[in-house]
T-cell receptor, first 111, second 115 residues
Framework: GESVGLHLPTLSVQEGDNSIINCAYS??????FIWYKQESGKGPQFIID?????DKRQGQRVTVLLNKTVKHLSLQIAATQPGDSAVYFC??????????FGTGTSLTVIP | EPEVTQTPSHQVTQMGQEVILRCVPI?????FYWYRQILGQKVEFLVS????????KSEIFDDQFSVERPDGSNFTLKIRSTKLEDSAMYFC?????????????FGPGTRLTVL
């Protein structure tokens, strides 16, 4: 089956620095990707999405980059804040309702 | 702001017992989902539901699982005979339009503990 994996299980950054969280996916047929944020004791929260016909999408303080050639997805968070501390998951989808999630990267922001 | 709600927040049950996890999706949403997350592991898709029937289900969603939308607001997940390995967080999610290209809103989850 499909698999989504994260390169770095933990990431610590200083407040105000930029964060980059990476994700590798294995299914080249995946055409839609989402980054989720999960805080302790809460459900996943949508951050940003991107379709396979795009290679970059920007939101508020966040940017997602998609490299289909190497099947790689990244989430960039600008000016990281303490409230950004959470586990971040990428998820892929192949035009169905079934999303496949990665194991997550734990981001810790150091004040 | 509308949100997905789930009850109970924590359910403790004995192995072999039936449990029903309840969700109230956002009112104008049409697609509903259940996911589970075993402690320390990734979120796993269980089932999607649209137009009063299952759209897709994963290998995890075997005959012990069932879903139902008994009225216009609730969406339930039933586990008929719980096993120890069913212990996990169970998340309900919903969205408005087509399954893809559309943000899924997640509830806060129900922590199921099977003893």
């Amino acid at each position: 089956g499909e698999s989504v994996g994260l390169h770095l299980p933990t990431l610590s950054v200083q407040e105000g620095d930029n964060s980059i969280i990476n994700c590798a996916y294995s299914n080249s047929a995946s055409d839609y990707f989402i980054w989720y944020k999960q805080e302790s004791g809460k459900g996943p929260q949508f951050i940003i999405d991107i379709r396979s016909n795009m290679d970059k999408r920007q939101g508020q303080r966040v940017t997602v980059l998609l490299n289909k050639t190497v099947k790689h997805l990244s989430l960039q968070i600008a000016a990281t804040q303490p409230g950004d501390s959470a586990v971040y998951f990428c998820a892929e989808n192949i035009y169905t309702g079934q999303f496949y999630f990665g194991t997550g990267t734990s981001l810790t922001v150091i004040p | 702001e509308p949100e997905v709600t789930q009850t109970p927040s924590h359910q403790v049950t004995q192995m072999g017992q039936e449990v029903i996890l309840r969700c109230v999706p956002i009112s104008n949403h049409l697609y509903f989902y259940w996911y589970r997350q075993i402690l320390g592991q990734k979120v796993e898709f269980l089932v999607s539901f649209y137009n009063n029937e299952i759209s897709e289900k994963s290998e995890i969603f075997d005959d012990q699982f069932s879903v139902e939308r008994p009225d216009g607001s609730n969406f339930t997940l039933k586990i008929r005979s719980t096993k120890l390995e069913d212990s996990a967080m169970y998340f309900c999610a919903s969205n408005t339009g087509t399954p893809s290209y559309n943000e899924q809103f997640f509830g806060p989850g129900t922590r199921l503990t099977v003893l």
